[in-house]
């Protein structure tokens, strides 16, 4: 049976679910030192002083960095850590260097900060006034830009009904199962970083940028990572300091985030603020949309991208071209924002189809009709912002939404002549993925006959070893077992980007199929040397290398054999004595995968949200593992309702924030988890040799407006905020 396409489970999983993975607070290396943070308690102010002499005499304290001085481009103030102006509520300020774990944090009472308050910015829309500074000299708004397709004031003004409206979602916090982490060792002038990342590659790159004047080269190797969803992409400060400490002392030092560390330091996320205007005709067709979004940078303006991301999508799977949207990145005294499973996607897909609901609402249309007209319906389609949607069918697809909605209605209908506040919610969305520009693969024969697989993306959980495993295998002919997938290792092949925006089977999978057809046709061709036949007369089927005249034939493990049986001897075949080769491959055009998401919901008299079923339908391309795709989409759809109904990073209004731990910060448990039903359709493929998309991050864009929507119609009140405020659930 062909492995492609088939339910195969895990087989990265056996040493997690036996206990063995090794993360990187599990590594121990001879004499290593431990890190510690002291960071800012305070949201804004000025940085006087810092006197950390009663910290370096306590026994076991070997060091206390302040002030360490890197240029960091787009972080606060451009340094890793407060020089002379605090920023935000865990901001680092010092780091104390100690033998022991329990010192270096114990130390970290002892030192003394001075520092003159500020006033804070928080409210974003109120930073906008610029009346109050979140950094000292610089204007609040740090990112501003105009996406204008068409004439969107024109057709606005034909427009026959006008929907007006401010939609807000929330920010929030990664909460990966693993807070952040790094072991830095520095050897004979060089450091090998192990690190708890989705960009090996990335992260040498930066750090490489940043100590290339104190080391001649970094390694870094991707420990077992518990999880991401975009938070461990780029750098964070505690990188650069780790990193810089282990130069200085010339030791291994190690810092693993505690849990109420990770929360505060983490990169949060969404956090957009959308003040729409949109004009629809009597008929339902959409003409015009005008949107100032506004996003909360926190401290720094690395994350302004996002709201790119979110504007140029933000037509969504609809045919409307006139389209305004002002864009205006402010800074506020947060923790910086940066991407999260989705990046800019689910923010766009709460709009458009918020407007959706909405223009039904006024005009009374049935949701799935007022879709059906907007829909694109012939594929390629550029969108407004350029944007080329590249295959599919959206109306197929909305059909057997459609089948599933109408069965939710009618179960409406039953549940509440109980007396049960019950609603339904129906989604369409589009998504944008495998972010280039391309990724790279190696392949190799080893000794014993078995195949090595080593790529350059990253997964960190995803089951992608698994995948390409499968697309290796059926390649060869051979059995998988004889399949090993490596990673994460920045010496173990030259280079690579990481495993982020759902790219990693789509590019890394078709550069190790790449690969692998390289490698068969290196298998004949030492075959029919070592047979002493013309190459011309050699095929390769199911692991064997075979003479199409005599029948002979060579195993890949004979081959393998063959070239390392002996020591001394002399090389006469006239071929190159190797079966290794590698591939790099990349799209011309990003992938759009599409889908639609049904919801059935029950709000409580108490003001709790249940969902009592729930559809999720995907057009993904070519699916390789359906059991791995369906993984995604059940934890995609549950990391969804959190968003919805739970998460949200909140601050009072001095700028302390009030969600420090998770008895503040709500992530659902198993109480509140509930299966996911998966469609899926294969008819929008991509132009790839293997024609997959992607699944990683399409759950969690369609659960937003879907389950915003049940519940709204289960309450019968407007919703225009996510997380949704308890106050108006409650009966």
Same mark, same amino acid.
Do not use: C
């Given at each position: ?11 990265? #999983? ?6 063995? %993975? ?24 000025? !940085? ?34 407060? *020089? #002379?102006?605090?920023?935000?509520? /865990? ?14 944090? #114990? ?18 829309? *109120? ?13 609040? !708004? ?6 204008? %397709? ?30 952040? /982490? ?81 929360? !505060? ?34 401290? %720094? ?32 005294? *947060?923790?910086? !924002? ?176 790449? %690969? ?32 199409? *005249? ?101 601050? #009072? ?79």
């Amino acid at each position: 049976m062909p492995y492609v396409g088939a339910r195969i489970k895990r087989i990265e #999983d056996p040493k997690f679910i036996t206990g063995s %993975a090794r993360y990187v607070d599990d590594m121990v290396v001879p004499g290593t030192l431990y890190m510690a943070i002291l960071r800012s308690t305070v949201p804004h102010a000025r !940085l006087l002083r810092i006197d950390y002499e009663d910290a370096s005499r306590i026994p076991g304290v070997v060091g206390v960095i302040t002030g360490l001085n890197i240029k960091v481009e787009n972080r606060p103030r451009n340094f890793p850590m407060a *020089k #002379d102006e605090i920023l935000y509520v /865990g901001q680092p300020i010092a780091a104390v260097i100690a033998e022991d774990r329990y010192k270096a944090y #114990d130390a970290l009472d002892y030192i003394q900060v001075d520092y003159e308050p500020l006033p804070t910015v928080i409210d974003p829309e *109120k930073a906008l006034t610029d009346d109050v500074k979140a950094v000292e000299g610089e204007n609040n !708004l740090g990112y501003r830009k105009t996406y204008r %397709a068409g004439n969107p004031e024109v057709e606005f003004s034909r427009s026959d009904v006008v929907i007006e409206t401010k939609l807000e979602i929330g920010r929030v916090y990664p909460a990966a199962m693993e807070p952040r /982490g790094l072991l830095a060792v520095y050897q004979e002038g060089r450091l090998t970083v192990y690190a708890s990342t989705q960009a090996p590659h990335y992260m040498r790159k930066f750090l490489l940028n940043a100590f290339r004047d104190h080391v001649s080269d970094i390694r870094v190797i991707q420990a077992d990572t518990g999880g991401a969803f975009g938070s461990k992409m780029f750098p964070y400060p505690e990188d650069y300091i780790v990193a810089y400490a282990s130069i200085i002392y010339r030791r291994p030092v190690k810092w693993v985030a505690t849990r109420r560390e990770d929360l !505060l330091s983490t990169y949060h996320s969404r956090a957009q603020i959308h003040r729409i205007k949109a004009g629809f005709t009597r008929r339902g067709e959409w003409r015009a949309l005008i949107d100032e979004l506004i996003i909360d940078l926190g401290a %720094a303006t690395h994350g302004y991208y996002l709201a790119d991301i979110t504007s140029t999508l933000i037509s969504g799977p609809y045919k409307v071209r006139d389209i305004l949207v002002e864009v205006y990145g402010v800074r506020t005294n *947060k923790t910086p !924002l940066d991407q999260y499973r989705g990046a800019g996607r689910p923010e766009a897909a709460f709009v458009y189809e918020r407007i959706m609901d909405m223009a039904a609402d006024e005009l009374k249309m049935d949701p799935i009709e007022i879709r059906r007209r907007n829909l694109v319906t012939e594929l390629p389609y550029t969108n407004p912002f350029g944007h080329k949607y590249d295959s599919g069918n959206y109306l197929h697809l909305l059909s057997i939404a459609e089948g599933y909605y109408r069965d939710f209605e009618r179960r409406v209908e039953e549940l509440r002549k109980q007396g049960r506040r019950v609603g339904v919610g129906l989604s369409f969305y589009i998504e944008q993925n495998n972010f280039g520009p391309w990724e790279s693969a190696s392949i190799r024969v080893k000794s014993d006959g078995k195949i090595l697989v080593i790529i350059g993306a990253a997964p960190h959980g995803q089951g992608d070893a698994t995948a390409i495993a499968q697309i290796v295998a059926d390649e060869l002919g051979i059995d998988m077992n004889q399949v090993e997938v490596s990673w994460g290792d920045t010496e173990l092949i030259g280079e690579g980007f990481g495993t982020f925006g759902s790219r990693t089977l789509t590019l890394a999978g078709n550069a190790a199929l790449l %690969a692998v057809r390289k490698l068969k046709d290196r298998l004949r061709r030492v075959g029919a040397a070592l047979m002493g036949i013309n190459y011309e007369d050699v095929i390769y089927e199911s692991g064997y290398v075979k003479d199409t *005249k005599t029948g002979k034939s060579l195993s890949i493990r004979d081959i393998a054999n063959a070239l390392t049986a002996s020591v001394g001897g002399t090389w006469s075949y006239g071929v190159e004595p190797s079966l290794e080769d590698s591939a790099y491959f990349g799209l011309s055009n990003y992938t759009y995968p599409y889908g639609s998401h049904i919801a059935l919901v029950e709000v409580t008299e108490e003001g709790l949200v249940k969902v009592l079923d729930y559809v999720a339908i995907d057009d993904i391309g070519f699916v390789i593992n359906p059991m791995l795709a369906e993984g995604q989409v059940i934890g995609g759809v549950v990391q969804g309702f959190g968003e919805v109904a739970l998460e949200e990073v909140k601050y #009072d209004n001095d700028g302390n924030p009030l969600t420090q731990t998770f008895s503040e910060y709500w992530i659902p448990s198993i109480m509140e988890s509930f299966n996911a039903k998966w469609h899926y359709l294969e008819e929008g493929k991509s132009n790839a040799p293997l024609p997959t998309k992607g699944i990683a991050e399409g759950p969690l864009i369609g659960v937003l407006p879907a389950l915003t929507r049940a519940v709204e119609n289960a309450v019968g009140r407007r919703i225009t905020k996510i997380p949704i405020d308890p106050s108006l659930l409650i009966k």
